[in-house]
């Protein structure tokens, strides 16, 4: 059973930062691509950053030089780093996971709960 626990969500003022983590258990970590995703209220959900099982990356234009995707497999944990954030960027943040890198396709077989970031002007 492959479990992804998200973190590090929060309030913060525009120009922020914050740094996401999300904790994986039950499967071979480092085998697998992984991704960060966000979906606003009345929204789909938007991939962010995608990191495959090598650790290239790939990154949404509106993110792109503010956000920082990577993993540590020796704590089979996921990172986003945040910057400059933006009212804009605010959202549920969810990690994802599969053995096949989607990309910023949201085709992810297992997806954590959320975590909430909110960015005030």
């Known amino acids: 059973q492959v479990q992804l626990v998200e973190s590090g969500g929060g309030s913060v003022q525009s120009g922020g930062s914050l740094r996401l983590s999300c904790a994986a258990s039950?499967?071979?970590?480092?085998?697998?691509?992984l991704a960060w995703f966000r979906q606003a209220p009345g929204q789909e959900r938007e991939g962010v950053a995608a990191?495959?099982?090598?650790?290239?990356?790939t990154y949404a234009d509106s993110v792109k030089g503010r956000f920082t995707i990577s993993r540590d497999n020796a704590k089979n944990t996921l990172y986003l780093q945040m910057n400059s954030l933006k009212p804009e960027d605010t959202a549920r943040y969810f990690c994802?996971?599969?053995?096949?890198?989607?990309?910023?396709?949201?085709?992810?077989?297992?997806w954590g709960q959320g975590t909430q970031v909110t960015v005030s002007s």
């Open positions: 039950g499967y071979a970590y480092s085998a697998y691509s």
């Open positions: 990191i495959d099982f090598i650790g290239r990356t």
């Open positions: 994802a996971a599969d053995r096949i890198s989607y990309l910023l396709l949201p085709r992810y077989n297992y």
